[in-house]
C-alpha cells in the first residue's frame, strides 16, 4: 500500500501523511495508561477456577496474571499421571480459562502434590514478579492441610524477597482452612488478645517506613 501511496501520488505529501499517522499512533498508545497487575497465585489450576468472579471483576481495571505452582497432574489418578494424560488436560483446560478471562498464564512447573518451594522454583517464580511489578498479590492462606497450597505460599513469600518488591499481599481462605481457625475459639479469651495483639502488630507493620508490606484476608 506504501509503495502504491509513493508512485502513484505526490511522494512528499504521502511521506507527511505516513508521518502523522505514526505520531498519531504514538499519542494515543501514550494516552492509554498501562494497567496496574494483579498475580493470582495457585497450587493447582482450578484454584484459579475458584476465583474466576474475582478476576473477571478486575478486567479493565487491573491486567490478570495467573502463576499455577503445579499442573494438577495427579487429579485423575494413578494412571493418568504417569501417562502425562491428566497434565496434558489440564493445562490446556487452564490456558483456556485464562484466556476466556483475558488474564496471562505463567506455570512453575513443580509436580502435583509433591511440590516445593526450592531454591530453582522460587528464583524463576522471583524473575517472573520481577518483570510484571505486580501492584497485589492473591495466594492461598498457609494454614492448610495440603501442602502444595502451602509451598505456593512459601514460593510467593521467598519469590517477593527475591524479586525486592513490595506488592500487596491477599490470602484466600479456603473453606478446609477455616477449621484451624477453630482454635481460637476453645478460650474467647486467647481469642480476644490474639485479635488485639494481631491488629497492633499489623498496624506497627503498615507505619514501619522500611516495610510497607500489607498483609490482609482478602474475603469474596
Ligand atoms: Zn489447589
Known amino acids: 500500500m506504501t509503495a502504491g501511496i509513493l ?90 480459562v485464562c484466556a476466556a478471562v483475558g488474564a496471562k498464564l505463567h506455570w512453575l512447573d513443580e509436580v502435583d502434590g509433591d511440590a516445593y518451594a526450592c531454591r530453582e522454583t522460587c528464583a524463576k517464580f522471583a524473575e517472573i514478579l520481577k518483570e510484571l511489578q505486580p501492584r497485589a498479590i492473591i495466594t492461598h492462606w498457609p494454614l492448610d492441610q495440603h501442602l502444595d497450597h502451602v509451598m505456593a505460599f512459601t514460593a510467593t513469600m521467598k519469590a517477593i524477597h527475591l524479586a525486592k518488591i513490595e506488592p500487596e499481599i491477599y490470602l484466600d481462605i ?31 507493620i503498615i507505619k514501619t517506613e522500611h516495610n510497607t508490606l500489607k498483609f490482609s484476608i482478602f474475603e469474596i
Open 7 to 96: 508512485k502513484g501520488g505526490n511522494e512528499m505529501e504521502a511521506k507527511k501523511m505516513l508521518v502523522a499517522f505514526a505520531a498519531c499512533a504514538a499519542l494515543c498508545a501514550a494516552a492509554t495508561p498501562a494497567l496496574e497487575k494483579v498475580v493470582f497465585v495457585g497450587g493447582h489450576p482450578d484454584d484459579f477456577a475458584a476465583q474466576i468472579g474475582l478476576a473477571l471483576l478486575m478486567r479493565g481495571t487491573f491486567e490478570v496474571h495467573v502463576v499455577d505452582f503445579t499442573h494438577g497432574e495427579r487429579g485423575c489418578g494413578k494412571e493418568k499421571f504417569e501417562s502425562g494424560w491428566t497434565k496434558a488436560k489440564r493445562t490446556k483446560e487452564e490456558e483456556s
Open 174 to 204: 479456603l473453606l478446609r482452612s477455616l477449621k484451624f481457625l477453630r482454635f481460637s475459639d476453645i478460650i474467647p479469651i486467647i481469642k480476644s488478645s490474639l485479635c488485639k495483639f494481631h491488629n497492633r502488630k499489623l498496624q506497627k
